[in-house]
């Protein structure tokens, strides 16, 4: 299947679909392309507009900064200083439902953390703290381990955000029999 991964990072989703023989393009404004592991394209996704006009799967993982931080207690030094921008964050999650407008596709996926779902409604489910929201088939993870850095204790949050391989095969599998 043919797949694009918008907010990609280093390429968690992209990792696990790629080994399960799908083919992967990642987008993200960072330049992640010396460790994506498929093909990459740096853009700004609140200003891109040149996506395929059909592909099979959008995956998504939206930066969730805005919405864990409106999860601390507003006591927390940090909160204090930067407060939770809400609408920022929304504006990164929406746009992936304005993207899915134009490009034709069979399902989504869209990850973010457990916060997010005070401002975006109820996730469809959640596989450890990873939240899932779309229309997707059912797919069990592969292995058992579902966060390979310490359950999200890693500072970098690059490193935190990077989509479990269980997570990701675990779809790349189900969609193979699509």
């Known amino acids: 299947m043919n797949i694009i991964d918008l907010y990609c ?10 080994d399960a023989g799908h083919q992967v393009t990642g987008y993200d404004i960072v330049d992640f392309s010396a460790v994506y592991p498929g093909n990459f394209i740096q853009c ?4 891109y507009t040149n996506f395929p006009l059909k592909i099979d799967v959008i995956v998504a993982s939206p930066p969730c900064t805005e919405f864990s931080k409106s999860s601390f207690p507003s006591t927390w030094i940090s909160v204090k200083k ?4 809400i609408d920022k964050g929304l504006k990164l999650f929406n746009k992936v ?3 899915m407008k134009f490009v034709k596709h069979k399902y989504f996926i869209i990850e973010n953390v457990r916060g997010a779902q005070k401002f975006v409604g109820k996730a469809r489910e959640h596989k450890g703290s990873r939240y899932l929201w779309g229309n997707y088939p059912d797919f069990e ?13 890693s500072n970098n949050p690059t490193i ?13 599998e189900k969609l193979k029999g699509d």
């Not at 990072?9 to 790629?18: D, E, F, H, Q, V």
């Not at 930067?82 to 921008?85: A, E, I, R």
């Open 9 to 18: 990072g280093m390429g968690g989703w992209a990792k696990g679909l790629i």
């Open 44 to 47: 700004d996704l609140l200003t």
């Open 82 to 85: 930067y407060p939770p921008n």
């Open 97 to 99: 439902y304005e993207i």
């Open 141 to 153: 993870l592969y292995g058992t381990v579902i966060d390979i850095y310490g359950k999200g204790k």
């Open 160 to 172: 935190r955000s990077i989509i479990p391989y269980s997570i990701s095969r675990g779809l790349g």
